[in-house]
């Protein structure tokens, strides 16, 4: 080890093996405020393969806290220019970026990581992620900040509790957007008024570096990774710690999530509507859609009409599932 190299002083920790830092993957979704922080440590720290996924565009009211961008970047895409500060950060490391929805990136680009890390400002967001992390069954690291509080969670699939399971609600302030969208965004939400929230770049560094140094946990195999969540409180800092006990119910990582299909009872005569409206309130979705035999059901059908029988298969697609769940149906009289 060369006295001054890059990260001579990294591998001086006990336990510190640069290799495997060297071998691994890490993906980054959202490179925002609290992303920035994470995007700047793993890169230094010699993270060899970094791929980002963001959509959104600068805006001038990025700038007090997103540490990677400049005035001369307003109007860019995030991700692209995260990308280009970052490998200047560190020119030994590879950056990958996808400047798209996270729902829109190849299942595979998940798949291939070693932890996931999530710096996402909406609700909906980190329930997609979680239900992704789940399906290929990576850790993933969530984190979220409003003004001066702040959260962080640790999510190992079907071994702690996952997003799903415990939901601490009132996320609204701690996942909530809080800046305006970029032009990629606002072309998305243009139906939806949004809060601006109130942000501060110190919120952003305390909760980028907690969760950088917990991936940095992971990908080491050292010390003990959070399995809990953790909320901070920047003026009186204080940490909680709250446990999260899993849930075998939860529609996204119980036992029913592990099975190839789930049953579920429908009558004759019910509307796919209706049908539709148990599901969501069931499983916890936004706007599902039941897909049969390769046809997306009309709504206003009747059970009859679609020409669903007692153990049809359907498939229940969602923008909050990464995984569409199979259902067995089940008809009563």
């Known amino acids: 080890m060369e006295e001054d190299g890059r990260y001579s002083r990294q591998s001086l920790i006990p336990g510190w093996d640069q290799s495997k830092l060297d071998r ?15 995007g700047a440590i793993l890169a230094s720290s010699g993270v060899k393969n970094i791929t980002i996924i963001d959509f959104d565009s600068i805006e001038l009211s990025n700038l007090n806290r997103q540490l990677l961008f400049r005035d001369e970047d307003i ?11 970052l490998k200047e950060l560190n020119p030994e490391i590879t950056i990958k970026y996808f400047n798209k929805k996270m729902e829109k990136v190849p299942s595979s680009i998940y798949e291939k ?6 710096c996402l400002d909406t609700f ?3 329930r997609w992620i979680n239900s992704m992390a789940l399906r290929v069954k990576k850790p993933l690291i969530l984190g979220g900040m409003f003004a001066f509080l702040g959260d962080a969670q640790v999510i190992f699939p079907f071994k702690t509790a996952c997003f799903e399971c415990q939901p601490l609600v009132s996320q609204e ?12 965004r606002k072309a998305e939400r243009e139906e939806e008024e949004e809060a601006l ?41 204080v940490f909680t710690q709250l446990e999260l006990a899993q849930n075998p119910e939860c529609p996204a990582c119980g036992e029913l999530y592990r099975l190839e299909q789930v049953k579920f009872i429908a009558t004759h005569g019910e509307k796919i509507r209706d049908l539709i409206v148990r ?37 229940i697609l969602d923008k909050n599932l990464a995984k569409p769940i199979k259902i067995l149906l089940k008809l009563k009289e």
Request: glycine fraction near 10%; hydrophobic fraction near 45%.
């Open 24 to 38: 691994c993957s890490v993906v980054l979704v959202g490179i925002g405020a609290i992303g920035s922080y994470v």
């Open 75 to 85: 109007g860019k895409p995030k991700s692209e220019v995260a990308a280009e500060r």
């Open 113 to 118: 990581a070693n932890v996931i890390i999530a």
């Open 124 to 126: 909906l967001g980190r």
């Open 173 to 184: 302030e701690l996942a909530q957007a809080c800046t305006p969208f970029g032009e990629e």
């Open 197 to 237: 929230l109130p942000a501060v770049a110190t919120l952003s560094s305390i909760i980028g570096g907690f969760m950088s140094q917990e991936a940095m946990k992971i990908i080491l195999g050292i010390g003990q990774p959070l399995q809990n969540y953790v909320f901070y409180d920047g003026l009186s800092n």
């Open 279 to 315: 599901l969501a309130l069931t499983y916890g979705l936004a706007k599902p859609d039941l897909l049969f035999k390769g046809k997306i059901l009309d709504h206003e059908k009747t059970i009859e009409d679609t020409k669903l029988k007692n153990n049809s298969r359907i498939f």
